[in-house]
């Protein structure tokens, strides 16, 4: 089986308008290394043309190119996950389909792993994105870092390489939901981060809502740290301090001064307040109760259509994987 040097893996989702312009800069690119290497496009259940226009550039480029066809949409990282399970390279980069990260970029990636680095990441130089985008993506990568204690500049760039090992690594966790930055962050012995261009989308609109971007971060700290749960569990503590010395008083002012109507309304606000803190627990422990439940139930992560690529390069062994068929 051919060992090709560099995997670049590239989830596509409803992107058939830009995938052109992407083929045209992406193939020049790569050829300019001078390595050996494939390209794994996984298209995650498109509801566009992007599966058919997948299956003519792996005509095209049927020496490099190999296309993962899932048999539903699973979402971003399980469409990489999928790619990880078949790609052989030594060296494997992750790549958005729409040309915010430019595939010029991959070659200083590499330079930088060449340094002796076992994972780099992009951080996004000038983004182009909305402002909304930038403030939220700052916000949510202060409070990760606290939590979870992984350090990442730019959690959202997806332009990122791993050595062969990390990439074992995670193709041996068996998590329900995962971060794979994160989960590559945390196998690393040297990781390491360099600046990357950032351009405007090529065509297409962005996938991830804010919506999106909030459930995001609450997978990745309830991935990765118990903090949440014993702050909470902190807060409980104090609060109920507080309660009982609040009950305390009302006693003694009940003695003391008779009963009285006045502080009802007051009585009625701490009494939603702790309500809402209540729920705000219930609702953080309803995440990781569902995470265990999403991992007990043992359900396949991803199921796998067809796998486009040549007729003697058989995909390695990988488990998880439904169907799979092999085309020249």
């Known amino acids: 089986m051919n060992t090709p040097a560099l995997s670049v893996v590239i989830p596509v989702y409803n992107e058939e308008q830009g995938l052109a312009a992407l083929f045209a800069r992406l193939y020049p690119a790569l050829d300019a290394l001078g390595i050996a290497y494939e390209v794994l496009f996984v298209n995650d259940g498109s509801r566009d043309r992007s599966a058919a226009i997948l299956r003519e550039q792996y005509q095209r480029r049927p020496d490099v190119t190999r296309v993962i066809l899932l048999a539903g949409n699973f979402g971003q990282h399980m469409a990489i996950l999928s790619a990880f399970a078949q790609c052989r390279g030594q060296r494997i980069v992750t790549l958005d389909a729409d040309l915010q990260n430019p595939p010029e970029e991959i070659g200083r990636l590499l330079q930088k792993m060449d340094e002796g680095y076992d994972y780099v990441g992009g951080v996004r130089r000038q983004r182009q994105d909305v402002s909304w985008r930038r403030h939220a993506s700052w916000m949510m990568n202060r409070i990760r870092e606290r939590i979870t204690h992984v ?124 309500i809402g803190v209540l729920l705000f627990g219930i609702g953080l422990l309803g995440e990781y109760i569902g995470r265990i439940y999403q991992q007990v139930r043992q359900r396949p992560r991803y199921l796998i259509d067809t796998i486009l690529q040549s007729p003697d390069e058989q995909p390695p062994a990988a488990a998880l994987l439904s169907r799979p068929e092999t085309h020249s």
């Open 151 to 274: 350090v990442m500049t730019d959690q959202g760039c997806m332009l990122r390489a791993y050595s062969r090992d990390i990439i074992q690594a995670i193709n041996h966790s068996q998590e329900a939901n995962t971060f794979i930055p994160a989960l590559a962050y945390t196998y690393a012995r040297n990781p390491g981060e360099i600046e990357v261009a950032h351009e405007e989308r090529a065509a297409g609109e962005s996938k991830y809502s804010l919506y999106k971007l909030i459930r995001l971060n609450f997978d990745l700290v309830t991935g990765f740290s118990l903090m949440p749960l014993q702050i909470f569990s902190l807060v409980g503590v104090g609060l109920s301090l507080l309660s009982a010395l609040f009950v305390i008083y009302l006693a003694l002012r009940r003695i003391l001064l008779g009963p009285e109507v006045d502080g009802v309304f007051t009585l009625f606000g701490i009494l939603f307040f702790l």
